[in-house]
């Protein structure tokens, strides 16, 4: 875990574009290391650049109840963004924003060896789905050297549009086996009291 400390460490302090002028905090991600599930965000939003976290707010709450769906908690998964600090006003980060990113989100995929990695939203789906659309194949699960790729809708925009909403509720569902695989004791059912579950309704 120490080397992925260290690389926090040189993204908060990072300089390499003008994002760090206009930033709160930078967000490097967290979970555990070797997380079996990586999930890569596109940028921060304003909650996160308060925190310093990433998918705060109503989108992580809404991620958190996905999660949950499938029988995991925040915790068991690796949370992060291709960008690492917020573009003002939310606006999409600039190609050369996403570059001098890159190399974080390399190292920390080097660090972790995910064996899911899904991209929330269509900037991130970029990276290892080039010109595709979303709308045609979120929730197809590719895989590449014994990695699985997943592009999903983000929460964010899912909570603006009630039919992505129900897409990504799918799509979510259909990892429910791979959970039980790569987590061991795991089913892929639900994590949910009945107070857990009256939450998560509020949210979808």
Same mark, same amino acid.
């Given at each position: 875990?120490? #080397?992925?400390?260290?690389?926090?460490?040189?993204?908060?302090?990072? &300089? +390499?574009? +003008?994002? !760090? &002028?206009?930033?709160?905090?930078? %967000? =490097?991600?967290?979970?555990?290391?070797?997380?079996?599930?990586?999930?890569?965000?596109?940028?921060?939003?304003?909650?996160?650049?308060?925190?310093?976290?990433?998918?705060?707010? +109503?989108?992580?709450?809404?991620? #958190? !109840?996905?999660?949950?769906?499938?029988?995991?908690?925040?915790?068991? %998964?690796?949370?992060?963004?291709?960008?690492?600090?917020?573009? =003002?006003?939310?606006?999409? $980060?600039? =190609?050369?924003?996403?570059?001098?990113?890159?190399?974080?989100?390399?190292?920390?995929?080097?660090?972790?060896? $995910?064996?899911? %990695?899904?991209?929330?939203?269509?900037?991130?789906?970029?990276?290892?789905?080039?010109?595709?659309?979303?709308?045609?194949?979120?929730? &197809?699960?590719?895989?590449?050297?014994?990695?699985?790729? %997943?592009?999903?809708?983000?929460?964010?925009?899912?909570?603006?549009?009630? $039919?992505?909403?129900?897409?990504?509720? #799918?799509?979510?569902? +259909?990892?429910?086996?791979?959970?039980?695989?790569?987590?061991?004791?795991?089913?892929?059912?639900?994590?949910?009291?009945?107070?857990?579950?009256?939450?998560?309704?509020?949210?979808?």
């Amino acid at each position: 875990m120490l #080397e992925l400390s260290q690389l926090a460490a040189q993204i908060r302090a990072c &300089q +390499r574009c +003008r994002l !760090a &002028q206009t930033r709160g905090r930078a %967000v =490097p991600g967290e979970g555990p290391e070797h997380a079996p599930i990586l999930l890569i965000g596109e940028a921060p939003g304003m909650n996160e650049d308060r925190q310093g976290r990433p998918f705060v707010g +109503r989108s992580g709450d809404l991620l #958190e !109840a996905l999660l949950a769906s499938i029988g995991l908690r925040r915790g068991d %998964v690796f949370i992060a963004n291709g960008v690492k600090c917020r573009p =003002p006003e939310n606006r999409d $980060p600039l =190609p050369d924003e996403i570059a001098a990113c890159r190399p974080y989100l390399e190292r920390q995929i080097e660090l972790l060896r $995910p064996r899911v %990695v899904i991209t929330l939203g269509r900037i991130a789906m970029a990276r290892y789905f080039p010109g595709q659309s979303i709308s045609r194949i979120h929730g &197809q699960i590719q895989w590449v050297e014994g990695v699985g790729y %997943v592009p999903m809708f983000h929460p964010a925009a899912a909570l603006r549009n009630p $039919p992505w909403m129900a897409a990504l509720r #799918e799509d979510f569902a +259909r990892l429910a086996p791979l959970v039980a695989e790569l987590y061991p004791g795991r089913t892929g059912e639900p994590l949910a009291s009945p107070a857990d579950e009256a939450a998560q309704l509020s949210l979808f």
